[in-house]
């Protein structure tokens, strides 16, 4: 017994110095960090599942490691020990990733498969969506949301200026615990033509402003910081509005039922995406690996798990149905025609930029 | 005892010292045992000695030296930092020969991560200072000298003197600009340290709101711990073990489990308003909100923290003679005297620990804050965790750390002169 558990012990030793090795091992471990949840499920099952499926020799660990992704980026490279292969995170913080030199810039074309018609990648994505070192996956949006049986029938919200009118609309609100796209919706409730926002909010007087708007529905409002807390305080009747990921609010109003209702007025439009950490083990492996998830067919599978929208123009029209629910899924991507209204897209230049200071203003002005 | 100290010092040589049966001086041998004994319990120490230094003291002395280290500007900007040494006059602008510094700097920086980490950096400083170094990058390839003006003229914020004031003063390797920030403070154009505007102020409240919310919280479990801590130790065993059973239970339930059914029990639609609303207390629209705020960061932090409290008052407690009591009120005290003037006094050292232990661990909580504290129940750790993973402001993480730990360092050094440490009672 007592040998067995050497035995065993040492072969769990070889084994792991094998994995060490990296390209040389017949097989690959390749880590994915991204959102978890729904999000993470979305993507076991249209990209990591199918490419496990015809590659054999590669295994796919998930790490739920995004929301500090790039804290983790920066500490890896600072102990010279980088365990991630690909990271799904947020343009902005990949800007940052990109200009310190954490993570690997990106031949577009080279790189990235094209079309089914032949259109080269760096065409087929949406306009502005790739980076430098960014490749896209998603468009998702930050929505307004409420629960219809807090207010009566005959009355219900559809604006963004409803959620700052109190006195017609009575209830808590939920919004998240940093200034972006809170500022935004301020000001546009306020008036300020959406392609104005960010001029505007460069602004001292812009910024002041912004608050002011805030300051007339504070008594009202409570933060939360986890994506998964929103629907819950919208479910549980706790607040009347909350803002969320349109994703999570898809799910919890059409997978679980509740009485929710999206306001697509003034969806906070942003991508979301992949990004090769510099110095990893497996970069071929990744970099095979990101060939096949973004090509058309996979984003556009994506769309089967979550209602999140394709960030390749030729993927549209491949989106078909819920995988499990069967309804079609279309009419719940943010980037449909009828919910792409009056889309406010978020600056990423702008939030690098200004996000030091007005995170500080906004954790200052949510304490006192 | 008289005869024994004369029996033993007849066996003193009147001419030497003692000596052992080996003919060694008594005192010689009797240190070698000592160093001996010494050696081997020091042996037995140094795995643990070694676990903490390692794991412990090296991790906070960089920590506490991430608060003032300030490489980036010296190691990526490095011609510019040396030619502003010799920036005299700080109410103009610097000469031509800091632009064209800067201008090398910057092309030797170009594509390599040295632009975005002192832009990163900087940005703390002033906003915007990211991508005013990587616009002047990508422009400063296809330029001829002179620079300055061709500088300017891409981006007025070089021709702004508190650009390069702020440079200038993050030149240097070690910074206090983190400490500066921590206690919500700036330099102002005269390089003097001033407070920030109002609506900037954060840290020092959150201090003193950590500090006044755990004194409450220490408070509060005293006040609930005593007379459970007084039941245990005065019922007979067989009852005491089911309160201690009752005491322990919550403290082996994971914390995420108990601050979870706090929200579940507090919240709006909790279980506690549905009872209040039952018995007519309060009415449908006057819900009381109990959760997502202070209280509720103070209710669930009392019920977390509750075991640290008791088990040292209990351990305490449970030494201490019932006679005293008993001989107080025969000599003619009344019951409440009895208690405050001969039993109270006794438990000090149990409410010293309690206390302590309650204090040093709520002041650095952090997750039950964060879940149920809403913004008026967060603490100064939801600010550390805060920069730590969001904002990425390592450098202010560790000034705003380096600063709770010297306080409660101090606490601890004042109840030590005030108190004593060991009087302490642990059980």
């Not at chain 2, 039993?343 to 952090?366: K, N």
């Amino acid at each position: 017994m007592t040998l067995n558990k050497a035995g065993l012990f040492a072969a769990a030793a070889v084994g792991a110095l094998v994995a060490g090795t990296g390209p040389v091992a017949a097989d690959t471990t390749l880590t994915v960090v991204s959102w978890g949840g729904a999000y993470t499920e979305s993507q076991v099952r249209a990209y990591h599942e199918p490419y496990m499926e015809e590659n054999p020799d590669i295994t796919i660990v998930n790490d739920d490691g995004s929301a500090n992704a790039l804290a983790g980026l920066r500490a890896q490279a600072q102990a010279g020990n980088v365990t991630w292969d690909l990271v799904d995170m947020l343009p902005s913080d990949a800007q940052l990733a990109c200009e310190e030199g954490l993570i690997l810039p990106i031949d577009h074309d080279a790189m990235l498969a094209p079309a089914p018609d032949g259109t080269p990648a760096s065409e087929d994505f949406l306009p502005g969506s790739l980076g430098d070192c960014f490749i896209p996956q998603i468009v998702y949006s930050t929505v307004m949301t409420f629960n219809t049986e807090m207010f009566p029938e005959d009355n219900q919200p559809g604006s963004i200026a409803d959620f700052f009118d109190t006195e017609n609309f009575p209830g808590r609100r939920a919004i998240q615990d940093r200034p972006a796209a809170n500022l935004e919706w301020a000001l546009y409730a306020d008036g300020v033509a959406i392609d104005e926002i960010y001029d505007v909010l460069r602004t001292p007087e812009g910024v002041e402003r912004a608050f002011a708007k805030l300051d007339t529905i504070k008594d009202d409002l409570i933060f939360w910081t986890e994506g998964s807390q929103a629907p819950q305080l919208l479910a549980d009747k706790e607040v009347s509005f909350a803002t969320g990921y349109n994703g999570r609010m898809f799910a919890a109003a059409e997978v679980e039922g509740q009485p929710f209702e999206i306001i697509w007025d003034g969806q906070i439009v942003e991508w979301d995406g992949w990004v090769v950490p510099a110095d990893g083990d497996n970069v071929d492996a990744v970099m095979e690996y990101l060939y096949f998830a973004t090509d058309s067919q996979r984003l556009a599978d994506q769309a089967k798990y979550i209602s999140y929208g394709p960030a390749r123009a030729s993927s549209a029209e491949l989106v078909s149905t819920h995988a499990d629910l069967g309804i079609d899924m279309n009419p719940h991507m943010p980037t449909h025609p009828d919910n792409y209204q009056t889309p406010i897209v978020l600056d990423n230049e702008f939030w690098t930029d200004y996000g030091d200071e007005l995170r500080e203003r906004f954790a200052s002005w949510m304490l006192n | 005892m008289a005869q024994a100290t004369i029996s033993r010092s007849d066996q003193v040589a009147p001419t030497g010292p003692m000596m052992t049966a080996t003919g060694e001086p008594l005192k010689v041998s009797l240190a070698r045992a000592e160093r001996r004994k010494r050696l081997t319990a020091f042996a037995l120490v140094v795995p643990l000695l070694l676990f903490i230094v390692v794991t412990f003291i090296v991790p906070i002395g960089d920590m506490a030296l991430n608060s003032v280290r300030n490489p980036e500007v010296v190691t990526y900007l490095p011609r510019t930092a040396e030619a502003l040494e010799t920036w005299e006059d700080k109410s103009q602008l610097p000469d031509e020969a800091v632009f064209e510094a800067l201008a090398e700097d910057l092309r030797a920086g170009f594509g390599s991560p040295a632009v975005g980490r002192v832009g990163a950096r900087l940005n703390y400083e002033i906003s915007g200072m990211r991508s005013t170094l990587q616009r002047a990058a990508r422009a400063v390839r296809n330029m001829e000298p002179p620079f300055k003006e061709a500088i300017i003229e891409r981006d007025a914020a070089w021709g702004d003197v508190a650009t390069w004031r702020v440079i200038e003063r993050e030149s240097k390797p070690y910074t206090l600009s983190y400490f500066v920030a921590a206690l919500d403070r700036t330099w102002d154009e005269n390089g003097n340290i001033v407070q920030v505007a109002p609506e900037q102020r954060i840290y020092v409240d959150l201090f003193v709101r950590t500090f006044v919310l755990s004194i409450v919280i220490t408070a509060l479990t005293l006040l609930l711990g005593f007379p459970i801590a007084y039941l245990m130790a005065h019922q007979p065993a067989r009852i005491a073990n089911l309160l201690m059973i009752l005491v322990l239970l919550p403290f082996w339930t994971s914390l995420l489990v108990r601050t979870s059914s706090w929200i579940v029990m507090l919240q709006q639609q909790g279980v506690l308003n549905d009872i209040l609303i039952l018995l007519g207390i309060i009415g449908e629209g006057g819900r009381l909100t109990m959760v997502y705020n202070q209280t509720g960061t103070i209710v669930a932090m009392t019920h977390i923290l509750l075991p640290f409290m008791v088990l040292p008052l209990y351990s305490v407690m449970k030494t201490i003679p019932p006679s005293y009591m008993r001989a107080a009120r025969s000599l003619g005290a009344n019951q409440w005297t009895a208690f405050w003037r001969v039993y109270v006094p006794q438990t000090t050292a149990g409410i010293g620990a309690g206390g302590v232990l309650v204090f040093i661990i709520a002041i650095g909580y952090y997750i039950t804050p964060a879940l149920v504290g809403g913004q008026s129940g967060q603490m100064i750790s939801n600010f550390i965790a805060f920069h730590m993973q969001r904002s990425l402001n390592w450098g202010l993480a560790a000034a705003l750390g380096t600063i709770l730990l010297f306080t409660v360092i101090l606490l601890y050094y004042l109840y030590n002169r005030l108190i004593g440490v060991d009087r302490l009672k642990l059980g």
